[in-house]
T-cell receptor, first 111, second 114 residues
Framework: QKEVEQNSGPLSVPEGAIASLNCTYS??????FFWYRQYSGKSPELIMF????GDKEDGRFTAQLNKASQYVSLLIRDSQPSDSATYLC???????????FGAGTRLTVKP | DGGITQSPKYLFRKEGQNVTLSCEQN?????MYWYRQDPGQGLRLIYYSQIVNDFQKGDIAEGYSVSREKKESFPLTVTSAQKNPTAFYLC?????????????FGQGTRLTVV
């Protein structure tokens, strides 16, 4: 079982719709969770981080964490073509200080 | 401005040759990481270091070596033992304290075997 799993996509949504990206992780003790956006050929940039169960909102982005079910999700409201990118989920396992990434979900927002 | 600098941006390696990728940060971060990314794939951890003169292997360390002689620098050497080194390499750093674990990435080095 991979430590961090994401659907590779591609996920395609129309402009203005809600995009929902999901991530599951295997280390139950993990405490820090991150969503990064990566445009093709570029380095990842942090969008959201979440540490506590529940929802965290920042503009059009909402991160959701459910530690009991070991999943974290990212919702993008009012999706724009500029949101088209690969979204990487990252987790820091409890016993380590290294970041573990999922394979990423490629999102396409169609005008 | 603080940040992470990777060099070179593009690197070409001949078969059997060792090459070194540079990563320098001026963020005063304790931890530094090297990741490899293949087309359409996520980031795979090669090595990471939490303090000077100490580093740990990640998932795909074979064929790579690192050093951490200074806090600011974490160079990665791709040795001839790495049979398929063509990839995009990313260096990152984080503060050591968990609650401020935002990672900063360099702009990446694209390595191609010719």
């Amino acid at each position: 079982q991979k430590e961090v799993e994401q659907n590779s996509g591609p996920l395609s949504v129309p402009e203005g719709a809600i995009a929902s990206l999901n991530c599951t992780y295997s280390d139950r003790g993990s405490q820090s969770f991150f969503w990064y956006r990566q445009y093709s050929g570029k380095s990842p940039e942090l969008i959201m981080f979440i540490y506590s169960n529940g929802d965290k909102e920042d503009g059009r982005f909402t991160a959701q964490l459910n530690k009991a079910s070991q999943y974290v999700s990212l919702l993008i409201r009012d999706s724009q073509p500029s949101d088209s990118a690969t979204y990487l989920c990252a987790v820091i396992p409890y016993n380590n200080n290294d970041m573990r990434f999922g394979a990423g979900t490629r999102l396409t927002v169609k005008p | 401005d603080g940040g992470i600098t990777q060099s070179p941006k593009y690197l070409f390696r001949k078969e059997g040759q060792n090459v070194t990728l540079s990563c320098e940060q001026n963020l005063n971060h304790d931890a530094m990481y090297w990741y490899r990314q293949d087309p359409g794939q996520g980031l795979r951890l090669i090595y990471y270091s939490q303090i000077v003169n100490d580093f740990q292997k990640g998932d795909i360390a074979e064929g790579y070596s690192v050093s951490r002689e200074k806090k600011e620098s974490f160079p990665l050497t791709v040795t001839s033992a790495q049979k398929n080194p063509t990839a995009f390499y990313l260096c990152a750093s984080t503060p050591r304290r968990r609650l401020t674990f935002r990672a900063f990435f360099g702009q990446g080095t694209r390595l191609t075997v010719v």
